[in-house]
């Protein structure tokens, strides 16, 4: 018997079995166009996301750049000043010249004559007012005697109004009494109340004031943290990188190695600061709130980054490159600093800049080393006191004077721009010196 499909048979089956094929065909096509709508509508939040939180902090962070302030004619009599025959800088130091700013406040409101009043009247200047006035003198000795124009600081109150931070009259969140208020009016319509570049937010330490607030301090810290962390965490990441990738034999104890360096590059940073604490602190003795200890603290962080990154880079050089060094009697040794380093070296300096720039951002195990204490003065060595911008953001952000929370944001961007240079130097360190294979 003839078991044979017809030829009718045949065409059905195979028109079937394309429906078939082409009915799977849609379904994937479909999924597959899902899943980069679902992917594309990820990376489409995401941007949204980001750029919302880039300008909320721009919006809330920009006027911190600009300083509100008074301009007053001071009159440096010797007599106001306190001083006596002696105009030597140490005299001149401790003159008063806080008196000088009060004056001249009452010269322009004559009508001021409470004590209460004056009170009020002399808070619209910062209280950091005659420090600035005494460095000038100290500067320029010949000024005693002579009515001069300058612009100082107006207190926070002041320039959060005058910015229009906050409204007139506490149920705005002023902080300004009636009378202040027309005082302030006054001073602008005679031309006495301007914004003008803040310089002192970028040259300044720390302070209780924030009008005087600045973060010279923190980026010096920061300065000095990165050095000493660049400086013990790069030669041992790349040398351990070297050895365990060019010389060290394959054997258990080299993969438990192996395996512990890939542990600790995902280790909570806030645990380093606990070991730091332990070791370099109450072990070792080292000051606390110091550079030094914050950078040993962040190698410890950054070592396996950069060890990680640096085998990488060592992987990434092809195999004949090691074999004709040696094939022209280069010596291991000689084989990997003279031929195989400087083909790795662009992507280990990758790694190491992106390592700087997350340990820049850190604060965590920083503040478990006593870098949150407030410090005024600005550090001169990795030995002294300091602070480091994270956490100086961090102190801003918990404070209760409004005007800090616009430094808050504006350190920020400064912080934010750090870390775009540092990753936008690793980008192009890559792109030009990087070889492709």
Excluded: C
């Amino acid at each position: 018997m003839n078991t044979e499909l017809q030829p009718p048979d045949r065409n059905l089956a195979s028109a079937q079995v394309r429906q078939i094929v082409e009915a799977g065909l849609a379904r994937r096509y479909r999924r597959e166009r899902r899943f980069r709508a679902y992917g594309l509508l990820s990376v489409v939040s995401g941007v949204l996301f980001l750029g919302f939180l880039l300008a909320t902090i721009a919006l809330n962070g920009y006027s911190a750049f600009r300083q509100t302030k008074l301009q007053l004619d001071l009159d440096l009599d010797p007599v106001v000043l306190g001083l006596g025959d002696g105009a030597d800088a140490g005299v001149l130091a401790s003159a008063d010249y806080q008196a000088v700013v009060k004056a001249s406040l009452g010269r322009l409101f004559p009508q001021v004559v409470g004590r209460k009043e004056r009170r009020e009247l002399n808070a619209l200047v910062s209280a950091s007012a005659g420090y600035i006035l005494r460095d000038m003198v100290v500067a320029h000795p010949e000024l005693v005697g002579r009515r001069i124009t300058a612009w100082l600081p107006a207190d926070d109150t002041v320039d959060m109004l005058f910015k229009g931070r906050v409204g007139r009259g506490p149920d705005a969140g002023g902080q300004l009494n009636q009378a202040q208020l027309a005082w302030v009016d006054e001073l602008i319509a005679d031309g006495r109340i301007a914004l003008r570049f803040n310089t002192a937010f970028f040259t300044n330490g720390d302070s209780r004031e924030p009008e005087m607030a600045g973060i010279w301090g923190g980026t010096k810290g920061s300065f000095f943290m990165l050095l000493v962390t660049l400086v013990l965490s790069f030669p041992l990441g790349v040398s351990a990188a070297i050895y365990l990738e060019e010389f060290a034999p394959r054997n258990r104890w080299v993969d438990f190695i192996e395996v512990n360096i890939n542990n600790l590059a995902a280790v909570p940073s806030i645990v380093f600061g606990l070991l730091g604490l332990a070791v370099f602190i109450n072990f070792f003795g080292l000051p606390r709130s110091a550079p030094l200890v914050g950078g040993l603290v962040l190698s410890l962080m950054t070592l396996p980054v950069i060890i990680i990154a640096s085998r990488a880079a060592l992987r990434a050089v092809p195999p004949s490159v090691r074999e004709a060094a040696l094939g022209i009697g280069s010596s291991p040794m000689q084989m990997v600093f003279h031929h195989v380093l400087p083909l790795a070296m662009p992507g280990m300096l990758t790694g190491a800049i992106i390592g700087m720039a997350r340990a820049l951002g850190e604060s965590a195990p920083l503040l478990m080393v006593g870098m949150v204490a407030f410090i005024v003065d600005v550090p001169s060595t990795p030995l002294d006191p300091a602070t480091v911008l994270p956490v100086q953001i961090y102190l801003w952000a918990d404070s209760p004077e409004r005007a800090f929370a616009e430094r808050t944001s504006a350190a920020i961007l400064v912080l934010l721009g750090f870390l775009l240079v540092m990753n936008m130097a690793a980008v192009w360190l890559r792109s030009r010196f990087e070889r492709h294979w």
